[in-house]
């Protein structure tokens, strides 16, 4: 059988950069080239970043993304790759459609200095809820290409989660590859999915799949790469490792290409393209990378600060600044910003106020010497009282005051010094309103306003696990952690004093927010039913403060803000 080295490319785009992505193609092509490949598939949207959503509506874009595509083909023969077969993701208009030309997601096939094809996927590159922006053009087709006497098919990211799609006609087209380019956000235990989907996939294709994904962040989106490779057995025959860019390289042995079937199958016309191409001769197949995936709840860290180095970095911003209170919260978005652009850009401050403890002042010290962090103390008692004796404000708006103020200096320094503001909130405080809009809420960017606080806890103590294990000292000081949660906005102020215990409080969160559940099934499982009203009658009334909640990394089936949203005037209340 013939013998073609695919090249995988888990590679970090930047949405609207078309000229710095075709430089990464360019430069991942020339490694492919000296690594003897000969194809190299690229993610979806490669051109473009993905996802970029409403610029696809912009005519000059989508003009801008064909012009690249053309001239990339052109750059990739000049700089000796011009028999490197390189399958891109960009962004395209369908000019056949009597509406006019409207934008689609779209692969090329690059080769020769020329586009040997394009295929055009159905829905538009871009995300939201209940989005019916979508555009059916007749007539869609398959492109198979033949190429080194193999044909192989191009498919796009959704492609694999539909049934009877372009997977069931490449059988009838008998391809012996099928290159499928994705840009598949991150989610908890998505891994796994995503590869007994592609193996039912190469199943029904009756041939081997290439799966190729993004490795990288934009904006509350995190690509997490996991790239592979698996015949039509399911048997895995590579798989790249999660958060790695990287250039990854498998050999394979295909079906000699034999079929001409044309055609339309299944609502999908099968389109055929000939490249004047011979077998590779035969080499010595090099040994695949067969990487076991990081597992949980590794792989949530590294999404958090995958997270944050590319909002950080593609934002162009040099440094953050963040509260550090002394608590678990902040103490773990510190360690998650320190890992992502090293503890030397990250800034602390302390803002005690009458009611701060002597530990909170002293576990903040703690945690920024252990992240090698700068650090400073401000004291907001004077500006408290200021505030408090003009307005003549007590109880809850006393409390808010001081959220608010803290606020204010975080965001003042931002100003002066120009560093990104990190928000400390997780998203249980997030789905209940247990935070201060205009104070604690601030700030440019939420690194864990997807991750449960019991799940806070737990990677505080996995990052300490890792440290000792590496014989590094440990980032998260262990009074953070112990400790009961508190804002200290009030003598002897407690989380409980407010909130049901954490691990009650996120058992019910992960069922009426994650899964949708209603109130009668969570009582109906074991919940207190005066409990669970109440969790209920939170999460729906705090919507007002989500939407004004600073972006953050998803980790979650339903994130705050991305996946789900509640209309803020809303009188529906569920009851027993």
Same mark, same amino acid.
């Given at each position: 059988m013939p013998q073609l080295r695919i090249a995988?490319?888990?590679?970090?785009?930047?949405?609207?950069?078309?000229?710095?992505?075709?430089?990464?193609?360019?430069?991942?092509?020339?490694?492919?080239?000296?690594?003897?490949?000969?194809?190299?598939?690229?993610?979806?949207?490669?051109?473009?970043?993905?996802?970029?959503?409403?610029?696809?509506?912009?005519?000059?874009?989508?003009?801008?993304?064909?012009?690249t595509l053309s001239q990339l083909a052109i750059e990739l023969d000049a700089a000796g790759a011009g028999e490197l077969a390189v399958i891109v993701g960009y962004?395209?208009?369908?000019?056949?459609?009597?509406?006019?030309?409207?934008?689609r997601n779209a692969a090329a096939f690059l080769l020769g200095g020329q586009v040997i094809t394009r295929y055009y996927k159905h829905h538009l590159p871009n995300y939201g809820v209940f989005d019916e922006?979508?555009?059916?053009?007749?007539?869609?087709?398959?492109?198979?290409?033949?190429?080194?006497?193999?044909?192989?098919?191009?498919?796009?990211?959704?492609?694999?989660?539909?049934?009877?799609?372009p997977f069931t006609v490449a059988r009838h087209a008998a391809?012996?590859?099928?290159?499928?380019?994705?840009?598949?956000?991150?989610?908890?235990?998505?891994?796994?999915?995503?590869?007994?989907?592609?193996?039912?996939?190469?199943?029904?294709?009756?041939?081997?799949?290439?799966?190729v994904n993004t490795c990288g962040a934009q904006d509350e989106l995190v690509f997490d790469g996991d790239s592979f490779i698996v015949d039509a057995a399911g048997a895995l025959l590579m798989r790249a490792p999660q958060f790695v860019e990287g250039l990854y390289l498998a050999d394979l042995e295909l079906p000699e290409a034999s079929s001409e079937v044309t055609g339309e199958v299944a609502g999908m016309t099968i389109e055929r393209h000939h490249t004047a191409t011979a077998a590779a001769p035969a080499y010595a197949a090099e040994p695949a990378v067969l990487t076991q995936p990081i597992g949980y709840p590794a792989e949530v860290w590294g999404a958090l600060v995958l997270g944050v180095r590319d909002y950080v970095g593609k934002n162009r911003f040099a440094s953050v600044v963040l509260g550090m209170s002394g608590g678990i919260d902040?103490?773990?978005?510190? $360690?998650? +910003?320190?890992?992502?652009?090293?503890? /030397?850009?990250?800034?602390?401050? !302390?803002?005690?106020?009458?009611? @701060?403890s002597e530990h909170?002042?002293?576990?903040?010290?703690?945690?920024?010497?252990?992240?090698?962090?700068?650090?400073?103390?401000?004291?907001?008692?004077?500006?408290?009282?200021?505030?408090?004796?003009?307005?003549?404000?007590?109880?809850?708006?006393?409390?808010?005051?001081q959220a608010r103020i803290r606020g204010t200096i975080l965001m003042g320094m931002s100003n002066a010094e120009g560093h990104l503001v990190l928000t400390t909130g997780n998203k249980s405080e997030l789905a209940v309103g247990y935070s201060t809009i205009y104070g604690d809420a601030v700030g440019g960017f939420a690194p864990i306003k997807d991750v449960p606080k019991t799940l806070v806890w737990?990677?505080?103590?996995?990052?300490? $696990?890792? +440290?000792?294990?590496?014989?590094?000292? /440990?980032?998260?000081?262990?009074? !953070?952690?112990?400790?009961?949660? @508190?804002?200290?906005?009030?003598?002897?102020?407690?989380?409980?004093?407010s909130l049901p215990d954490y691990a009650v409080l996120d058992a019910i969160l992960a069922r009426y927010v994650d899964a949708d559940d209603g109130v009668a099934q969570l009582i109906e499982a074991g919940f207190d039913p005066e409990l669970?009203?109440?969790?209920?009658?939170?999460?729906?009334?705090?919507?007002?403060?989500?939407?004004?909640?600073?972006?953050g990394p998803k980790i979650s089936y339903k994130a705050f803000g991305r996946d789900r949203r509640l209309p803020i005037t809303n009188r529906w209340r569920e009851n027993t």
């Open positions: 995988l490319a888990q590679i970090n785009h930047v949405v609207g950069d078309l000229r710095g992505n075709a430089d990464s193609v360019l430069a991942r092509a020339r490694d492919a080239v000296a690594a003897g490949a000969h194809l190299l598939a690229l993610p979806e949207m490669m051109l473009t970043g993905y996802p970029p959503e409403d610029l696809v509506f912009r005519p000059s874009f989508r003009a801008a993304a064909r012009d962004l395209d208009d369908d000019a056949e459609t009597t509406a006019g030309a409207r934008p922006r979508r555009y059916f053009v007749p007539g869609d087709r398959l492109p198979v290409v033949r190429y080194r006497g193999i044909d192989i098919a191009l498919t796009i990211c959704e492609d694999a989660w539909q049934d009877g799609g391809v012996g590859l099928v290159v499928n380019i994705n840009g598949s956000p991150y989610e908890r235990d998505k891994d796994e999915a995503r590869l007994a989907l592609l193996q039912r996939r190469a199943g029904e294709a009756g041939a081997t799949v290439a799966y902040s103490a773990v978005v510190a $360690a998650i +910003a320190a890992d992502a652009i090293g503890g /030397e850009q990250v800034y602390g401050v !302390s803002m005690p106020s009458a009611y @701060s909170s002042r002293s576990d903040a010290a703690d945690l920024a010497e252990r992240i090698g962090a700068h650090y400073r103390e401000v004291a907001i008692a004077p500006m408290t009282d200021a505030f408090v004796d003009s307005l003549k404000l007590t109880g809850l708006a006393e409390e808010n005051v737990q990677l505080a103590r996995w990052r300490n $696990a890792q +440290a000792r294990a590496r014989g590094e000292r /440990e980032p998260i000081p262990p009074n !953070s952690i112990s400790k009961p949660p @508190s804002a200290e906005l009030r003598p002897g102020q407690l989380d409980s004093d669970v009203v109440r969790t209920a009658r939170m999460v729906d009334t705090a919507e007002w403060k989500r939407r004004q909640y600073p972006p």
